[in-house]
């Protein structure tokens, strides 16, 4: 069976955060910059408060027109983390995590250091890369079973002598000769 891999295998090292004292403006002008679906939130303390996300830069500019946002900050319309996972978590675990929330980024995070995030785009990618390894896996093992239990050339034949024991042998030759037996 093969191993499922871990977050810490996915995730992307998190290269950009945001204080939380920053002009919400500002913040929405960096996410936009940068094409982000979230930003991690982090204090003086390196300790990560909250994330900013597409969706509540776009909450802020469809009511800026309507409120006075001046002096507001980041803290003020980030989205608190109540789902996070830590780089030990496997993929389909993760994977439900994303299913459980409507987050499109993800923090992950080992005690309270941010140490990466992943997006539910490349949890997508990663689920399909490891179904695709898996099933490819499964069939170079059912075609290695297949020439075991049923040598269908004389160079199968001669590779099986090369990586089988006198029993071995003797069970495949004999189902082959309908004895079951040499």
Known sequence: MQRVPKVREIMKRTVHSLP??????????????????????????????????????????????????TGRTVRDIMSGINQGLHPDTDLLSAASAFLACNFATLPVIDGDQLVGSITRQGMLSAVQRWHRDRSQGYQQEKAAQRMVDNPSSIGQLQMLVGKSNKQQLASVLGRRHGTGRI
């Open 20 to 69: 939380p004292n920053m002009c919400v403006f500002e913040a929405v002008d960096f996410v936009v910059a940068k094409k982000l679906a979230g930003v991690p939130v982090i204090d003086e303390n390196d300790t990560l408060v909250g994330f900013l996300t597409e969706k509540d830069c776009l909450r802020l500019e469809v009511v800026a027109h309507q409120y006075n946002m």
